[in-house]
């Protein structure tokens, strides 16, 4: 069994007055060096604000956090970000910029901004070009982002992501919104990075049949809370008896 990259113990944010309760509420789940995970569960439950929480963008009332056996605190909240690429819900994308200028802006954390002022330097945009030719978009790389499909964003995004040679890559959404075949390149890609270069991979997905064939593991979060840690065999019923009780 492989070591725990990332832990949450009693993860709980600051009470929500709309939803009367902490928006997380009392998370605890542990995910494995390698391993593809999705996070499955229905609007609202709290996926996007715990994939926040992992880089320290939701900041936590209750409980604890622990990447790469580095536990989250202010301090080292900035190492904790340089093993931890984000792919935000939506891409996240600057549109105006082009794909290159996108994926250049991953490395802005890295950078002093006086080694951006006159542009970054030839290594990065060597880096970056060589990122978006792996991800088969090379010819895009001077394209406005705006001007290209939907899963060629997302490629973009992903690129953006790995510009930081992270560890661990979170994707929030990272194929809503796209048609079947656009999808099932995203997908490869993340399982790619994942089987190939060993960067473990959490995911916010919709699909259950998609969830299925590319992730080892599945934890579902409802109201706030991590209501089912498995396989990805049984989904289905999980979902039936979620969307019951949400209904009540
Ligand atoms: N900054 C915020 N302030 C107050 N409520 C929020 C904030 N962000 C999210 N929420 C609420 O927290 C709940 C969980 O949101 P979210 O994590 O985005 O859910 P999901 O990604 O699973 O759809 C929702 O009810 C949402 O309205
Ligand atoms: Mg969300």
Not at 3 to 16: D, K
Not at 119 to 130: E, N, V
Request: neutral net charge.
């Amino acid at each position: 069994m492989n070591e725990t990259v990332i832990e949450c113990r009693e993860v709980e944010t600051t009470f929500a007055q709309s939803l009367n309760r902490p928006i997380l509420n009392r998370v605890n789940c542990e995910i494995r060096r390698g391993e593809f995970v999705v996070l499955l569960g229905l609007n609202g439950a709290g996926k996007s604000t715990l994939l926040r929480s992992l880089v320290g963008l939701t900041p936590i009332a209750r409980g604890g956090i622990t990447v790469d056996n580095i536990p989250m605190t202010p301090q080292t909240l900035p190492k904790i970000r340089r093993q931890v690429g984000m792919l935000f819900q939506g891409g996240g994308l600057i549109r105006q910029l082009s794909a290159l200028d996108n994926v250049l802006c991953g490395r802005l954390g890295l950078r002093k901004s006086w080694q951006t002022l006159f542009g970054f330097p030839k290594q990065d945009q060597r880096l970056a070009l060589q990122l978006l030719d792996e991800l088969g978009l090379y010819e895009h790389a001077y394209q406005k982002t705006s001007s290209l499909s939907g899963g060629q964003q997302q490629r973009v995004a992903i690129a953006r992501a790995l510009i930081q040679s992270p560890q661990i890559l979170l994707a929030d959404e990272p194929i809503t919104g796209l048609d079947v075949m656009a999808a099932k390149q995203v997908m490869d890609t993340l399982a790619q990075l994942n089987k190939e270069h060993g960067i473990t991979v959490v995911t916010v997905l919709h699909d259950l049949g998609i969830a299925a064939e590319y992730a080892d593991r599945a934890l579902v979060i409802d109201a706030g809370r991590i209501v089912y840690d498995g396989d990805c065999h049984d989904l289905q019923a999980e979902f039936t008896q979620i969307s019951k009780a949400a209904k009540r």
